[in-house]
């Protein structure tokens, strides 16, 4: 495969994924033209590679770590649009975006490589081994980024007001005064 059509086929997947760790659409893309671009350098070594899209994918994850340790990229931007409106669905489209920024405002805070695990995982949606040969690791490392990651999660929502309970229950209570 060359590195055009290569480019033309994971491109969007590639942004989708670097947007889930920088949380911002234009530093993503910047994140993932790096990346492309070290990569087109050595293509002739990636495209060897066993699998082009691991390969790739650990460039960006590694590229990610890497500017989150300059103390520069310690801010976090936060797209506050709400592309998802044109889709339909039964619930409170702020809520749902309320619960969904607020679930996002805890993964930010994970260290890097735990979120990298936690977006890996359970958005792009990959096995122990794939994550663990992206974070070049083993799969008990990323078994347990994961655990860490999740018992984090936990603590940090049952140690904050819970807002997103509360709106949860504001909605089902709704729900049954417009049944009654």
């Not at 989708?16 to 050595?42: K, M, S």
């Not at 300059?70 to 889709?87: K, N, P, Q, Y």
């Not at 509360?166 to 909605?171: G, K, Y």
Request: with cysteine.
């Amino acid at each position: 495969m060359s590195f055009d059509e290569y480019v033309r086929l994971r491109g969007d997947r590639l942004v989708r994924l670097a947007r889930l760790l920088v949380r911002d659409r234009h530093l993503a893309e910047d994140l993932v033209q790096e990346v492309l671009g070290r990569a087109y350098a050595r293509w002739d070594r990636v495209s060897r590679a066993d699998d082009i899209d691991v390969y790739v994918r650990r460039m960006l994850v590694n590229r990610h770590i890497s500017w989150r340790r300059r103390r520069s990229s310690t801010e976090v931007a936060v797209d506050t649009r709400a592309e998802h409106l044109d889709r339909a669905g039964n619930g409170d489209i702020g809520a749902e975006a309320a619960e969904r920024d607020a679930a996002w405002q805890l993964i930010a805070e994970l260290p890097p490589k735990q979120r990298a695990t936690v977006v890996l995982r359970y958005y792009e949606d990959l096995d122990d081994a794939t994550i663990a040969e992206i974070l070049r690791c083993s799969r008990v490392t990323v078994r347990s980024q994961a655990m860490r990651a999740l018992a984090t999660l936990r603590r940090r929502l049952a140690a904050q007001p819970d807002l997103t309970r509360r709106d949860l229950l504001r909605r089902d209570l709704l729900r049954k005064d417009v049944a009654r």
